[in-house]
């Protein structure tokens, strides 16, 4: 499974766009990129997948380059609710039964 | 989404109790669901994968006698914490899959404290 690597923290205020970069250098063709939330004593919540371009829901967008190699999670606007925890993971496509494996995550703290 | 249920929500034991942690796929049928354990600000751990009607797979490290998993029917996973010890105090997690997705979603977890 492809390693991912994003910032370990950041902060924001109310109203901002967030946007959170992961790397994935070692992305293979049949992967795609997973987002998700998580807020505290809460299981992990399904944000947004991809595989190449751009993708957007009613929660973020999700933006990924020609080479694959990273990809940007944006947050429009951001609240106080939005304060979680967000990984980033690489997925085989054929793969919502293949088990993920999480990284650290990036600790956002939204401000008032 | 699909749903993914757990019960029970939190759980204080005595040191050497058992304790059963139930995993429920609500409005689906899962062949497959995984069980996680996440430390104090730490990120999720997979522990073993749970497959119906067949042994579950553990990942390295993790001991199959003392965290027992049972996947009886499509919609119910188990996991037995056996003769529990203060460090296995964690909140524990399970997830499935919705088949026609192919997305992995996450049960609201389990809070484990053993005194």
């Known amino acids: 499974l492809a390693k991912t690597t994003q910032p370990i923290s950041m902060d924001s205020y109310e109203g901002q766009e967030v946007n959170i970069t992961c790397s994935h250098n070692n992305i293979a063709t049949n992967d795609y990129i997973t987002w998700y939330q998580q807020f505290p004593s809460q299981g992990p919540r399904f944000i947004i997948q991809?595989?190449?371009t751009k993708v957007t829901n009613e929660v973020a967008s999700l933006f990924i380059p020609a080479d694959r190699k990273s990809s940007t999670l944006s947050l429009p606007r951001v609240s106080l609710s939005d304060t979680a925890v967000y990984y980033c993971l690489v997925v085989p496509i054929s793969g919502g039964y293949n088990k993920l494996i999480f990284g650290a995550g990036t600790r956002l703290a939204v401000h008032p | 989404g699909a749903v993914v249920s757990q019960h029970p929500s939190r759980v204080i034991c005595k040191s050497g109790t058992s304790v059963k942690i139930e995993c429920r796929s609500l409005?689906?049928?899962?062949?497959?669901m995984f069980w996680y354990r996440q430390f104090p600000k730490q990120s999720l751990m997979l522990m073993a994968t749970s497959n119906e009607g067949s042994k579950a797979t553990y990942e390295q490290g993790v001991e199959k006698d003392k965290f027992l998993i049972n996947h009886a029917s499509l919609t119910l996973s188990t996991l037995t914490v056996t003769s529990a010890h203060p460090e296995d105090s964690s909140f524990y997690i399970c997830s499935s899959v919705a088949p026609s997705e192919e997305t992995q979603y996450f049960g609201p977890g389990t809070r484990l404290l053993v005194l």
């Open positions: 991809g595989y190449k």
């Open positions: 409005d689906f049928q899962a062949t497959t």
